[in-house]
């Protein structure tokens, strides 16, 4: 497994290039992320781990998937991606684990993601990272509530669920226990 620390350092660096390659200032990327400007300071000092609404809102900003993202800094590129390489990520804030389970590549246009939110968290993203980008999501264990655009899926171990995102969408585990899913992104 990719060690937490290593990532949590480049994925600061990452989001200071990202933000300086488009010679915008601290202010400027609050301004269109909606994340505040002391927040965006200490992310990219490494002072702090982003939640996933956090990383949400910036990879929006920047026009990527968070998954991309969170891909530029963990290394993945091997046609083969062993259980033991997949990179998980857990948001400080909800609890929510997230594995890269194949993980965005050059070349490749789809991605996908094991999801695990606790009973009870949600995550919300106020906009889709790339307009009309497809999603994919087949919950494995527990119920969900997903919200996209403003309507509501329950879901329960086994359902699926697609759609293609350009607006606001909130995940929210039913429980009793987490909600198990994986995600595609095309």
Known sequence: MVEVDAIEDRLAQRLAELRKGR?????????????????????ER????????V???????FGITMSRLLAEVEGQGAALVRAADQPVWTDPETGFRRRGVSPPAPGLAAEMIEGEL?????????????????????LLAGGLELEVEGQAHRLAAGDALRWR??????FLSLGPGPARYVLALV
């Open 23 to 43: 010679g915008w200032s601290l202010d400027e990327l609050a301004g269109v992320s909606g994340v505040s400007r002391p927040t965006l300071s200490r992310l």
């Open 46 to 53: 490494g002072e702090v781990s982003p939640t996933a609404q």
């Open 55 to 61: 990383l949400g809102r910036l990879a929006a900003a």
């Open 118 to 138: 606790p009973a009870g968290a949600q995550i919300r993203y106020p906009a889709s990272p790339r307009p009309g980008l497809e999603h994919h999501l087949y």
């Open 165 to 170: 995102l350009y607006g606001p969408s909130r």
